[in-house]
């Protein structure tokens, strides 16, 4: 292809992150060279993606991203805030992924303020 890509956008990276490739690097090799032929411009973005992918939910926020010097309890603190909000408060859905009890996820909750819904 004689196109010029040169970068994805933020929210297409996401999208990429945020998606499961069960068809393994092939899948994901061809979803790339679709976004590059249908793409306009330098970037690819969320609308080069095929339809079932522009419907993926962004799963990697700000919140993911570690900060030097951020101390452990603020980044458990919003990984669990995180989990709590994709799992719409499943309480044990968030213990079964963090692999911990509710016991001590509802301790973790009260120790970083995390209120409960």
Not at 77 to 82: G, K, L, P, Q, S
């Amino acid at each position: 292809m004689n196109k010029n890509i040169r970068t994805i956008t933020d929210d297409a990276r996401q999208v990429f992150l945020a998606s499961h490739w069960p068809a393994n690097v092939r899948e994901l090799e061809n979803v790339i060279e679709r976004a590059v032929a249908v793409s306009i411009g330098e970037k690819i973005t969320r609308c080069d993606l095929p339809s079932h992918l522009q419907k993926t939910k962004n799963t990697h926020t700000a919140k993911n991203i570690i900060h030097p010097g951020q101390s452990l309890k603020k980044l458990e603190a919003a990984h669990i805030r995180e989990l709590l909000d994709k799992e719409d408060m499943n309480y044990a859905k968030v213990a079964e992924v963090l692999g911990i009890s509710r016991t001590t996820l509802w301790r973790k909750m009260k120790e970083y303020d995390i209120a409960k819904s």
